[in-house]
């Protein structure tokens, strides 16, 4: 596997229901991102990890939990989402925190919360 | 409320002809401007930046201007082909801030 990769692609689940997301990126980054897309709006900066460090939270509720066991690897932990939270989740990486321009993106996981 | 905005959601344009994305921002705070282009069912590659002190970069086929009076910059693409039909993002930041604003995109359709 090379670049970013993210799991699962799809994935439905209830409001009560408890899932993660996975990211893993193969390029050897130090800054790892999660993002969230939804319909008709812009893309939303969610968190920042440099080095396995949360450096920010742009005011994710708490549903939305993420953890960062090691520079390669990102998860984004959810419990008792809303159907609002339906969208298009990418994780990203660059080689350090804010490298914008050398940032590269997952396919993302489109969540749908019934 | 929005930083950055990309009022046109599609934009058709004819093989070989130019294509003009359009993109506002309030903040004029803003240091760079960067173009991404994203695939379906991929995730967004950067294609192109411009720094807040220029108003020209150019890369290949890829042009972006920056009017920092108007606060408005362009990405042309000249000549257009069908393999870049994707749909393009603009974002900014301001730095020393961990946080990148984009804009909802623009779908470009190069017709054949």
């Known amino acids: 596997e090379t670049g970013v990769t993210q799991t699962p692609r799809h994935l439905v689940m209830g409001m009560t229901n408890k899932k993660s997301l996975k990211c893993e990126q193969h390029?050897?980054?130090?800054?790892m991102y999660w993002y969230k897309q939804s319909a008709k709006k812009p893309l939303e900066l969610m968190f920042v990890?440099?080095?396995?460090?949360?450096?920010e939270n742009n005011s994710v509720p708490s549903r939305f939990s993420p953890e960062c066991p090691n520079s390669s690897h990102l998860f984004l932990h959810l419990h008792t989402l809303q159907p609002e939270d339906s969208a298009l989740y990418l994780c990203a990486s660059s080689q350090n925190p804010g490298s914008w321009d050398e940032q590269f993106f997952g396919p993302g996981t489109r969540l749908t919360v019934l | 409320d929005q930083q950055v905005k990309q009022n046109s959601p599609s934009l058709s344009v004819q093989e070989g002809r130019i294509s003009i994305l359009n993109c506002d921002y309030t903040?004029?705070?803003?240091?760079?401007f960067l173009w991404y282009k994203k695939y379906p069912a991929e995730g967004p590659t950067f294609l192109i930046s411009?720094?807040?002190?220029?108003d020209k970069n150019e890369d290949g086929r890829f042009t972006v201007f920056l009017n920092k009076s108007a606060k408005h910059l362009s990405l042309h693409i000249v000549p257009s082909q069908p393999g870049d039909s994707a749909v393009y993002f603009c974002s900014a930041y301001y730095l020393g801030a961990n946080n990148l604003f984009f804009g909802t995109g623009t779908r470009l359709t190069v017709i054949p």
């Open positions: 903040n004029s705070m803003f240091d760079y």
């Open positions: 411009i720094s807040s002190i220029k």
């Open positions: 390029l050897g980054h130090n800054a």
């Open positions: 990890y440099s080095l396995e460090e949360r450096v």
